[in-house]
């Protein structure tokens, strides 16, 4: 006899947790997602349904295959996966788990699903990331963004969080992770002390002037 898993009917979708480098159509106009793993090569959409990777005309996800959409169950394991070089990049998604879906022990396959919400990691520099800028790489049609803050974006055109929000549609909510804001001081650093270690610079910059003037008469 053959086993069937229990079908789960739940009263509201699923949430799930990933990571995806987030990009822009060649135009600009349009905001979507790149996978990490299996579906790095097709970019989704917001609201969006899973094709087969392997371009097979069964639905997904197929029990005779590893394609859909894929998501853990654990917030704190998808965000573990931006520590790896080639993610650093990526963005933490917040999804819903949509039509028909196969769960593991850690994770869901399932065919449809909706990004509510991505959070930006901070700045390859540490800082807390201010917006999107062109990470020079990308797929045809497709340019990849980065998290940058305003000093590291430079000359780049970068793109607000509420701009990619927008472009990407269907209520979604981009966010920065926590992180130190640009210009803060350095923890423990009151102004007054960082005044005080100001004048102290400024006398021994007139000092050395100083005896660089004198060295010059002298030799005069």
């Known amino acids: 006899m053959r086993l069937r898993l229990p079908e789960e009917r739940p009263t509201e979708p699923p949430t799930g947790y990933k990571i995806a480098h987030p990009a822009l159509s060649q135009d600009g106009s349009r905001a979507a997602f790149l996978g990490v793993s299996l579906g790095a090569a097709l970019p989704y959409g917001v609201l969006d349904e899973a094709r087969c990777a392997y ?35 990526a963005l933490l998604l917040e999804v819903s788990v949509l039509g028909r879906y196969i769960r593991f022990e ?40 980065e998290p940058v803050c305003a000093v590291c974006a430079g000359p780049r055109a970068t793109v607000s969080f509420a701009d990619f929000a927008t472009r990407g549609g269907e209520g979604l909510k981009v966010l920065a992770a926590p992180g130190p804001d640009i210009g803060a001081p350095t923890p423990g650093r009151t102004v007054p002390e960082l005044v005080a270690e100001a004048a102290l610079l400024q006398a021994r910059l007139d000092w050395f002037q100083s005896e660089l003037a004198r060295l010059g008469d002298k030799e005069g």
């Open 55 to 89: 371009g097979r005309r069964h639905r997904s996800p197929s029990r005779l295959c590893d394609c859909g959409f894929h998501c853990l169950h654990e917030r704190s394991e998808a965000y573990a996966l931006t520590c790896v070089a080639e993610h650093r990049g």
């Open 106 to 145: 850690r994770g869901s396959r399932y065919a449809r699903q909706r990004v509510r919400t991505a959070t930006a990691g901070p700045c390859r520099c540490g800082r807390r990331a201010s917006g999107l800028a062109d990470a020079g790489w990308g797929r045809p049609g497709w340019r990849v963004v």
